[in-house]
């Protein structure tokens, strides 16, 4: 599949934005779907996880009750509402997904070309 994120932006502390992750390309019905973030100097982390069908969802501490990740598999959209930024929230956000239920440790098989965050205090 090919990922497609949209969504990013400049906005300020206690803002929301709400990134989509859409499939130019196949279908993510059967996937698992993550979002990452990538901050300059340190490793992309993963902020939250869905599962295909929506069964399952994971997310990082930071991200509880902040962040809500959702999906619309007739849109063949995944979206991550973001509420009350924060500017360490600041980065690239990236989608990625796996051919597989649920599967939150292997590898991404597929990455979208990431969207900018940018939270200012």
């Known amino acids: 599949v090919q990922l497609v994120e949209s969504g990013g932006g400049l906005v300020q502390s206690g803002e929301s934005l709400r990134l989509s992750c859409t499939a130019s390309?196949?279908?993510?019905?059967?996937?698992?779907i993550r979002w990452f973030r990538q901050v300059p100097g340190k490793e992309r982390e993963v902020i939250t996880c869905?599962?295909?069908?929506?069964?399952?969802?994971d997310y990082l501490d930071s991200a509880k009750g902040r962040f809500t990740i959702s999906r619309d598999d007739a849109k063949n959209t995944v979206y991550l509402q973001m509420n009350s930024l924060k500017p360490e929230d600041t980065g690239v956000y990236y989608c990625?997904?796996?051919?597989?239920?649920?599967?939150?440790?292997?590898?991404?098989?597929?990455w979208g070309q990431g969207t900018q965050v940018t939270v200012s205090s």
């Open positions: 390309e196949g279908s993510l019905r059967h996937h698992t």
């Open positions: 990625a997904a796996i051919f597989r239920y649920w599967d939150c440790e292997s590898p991404p098989e597929n």
């Open positions: 869905i599962s295909a069908s929506s069964g399952v969802i």
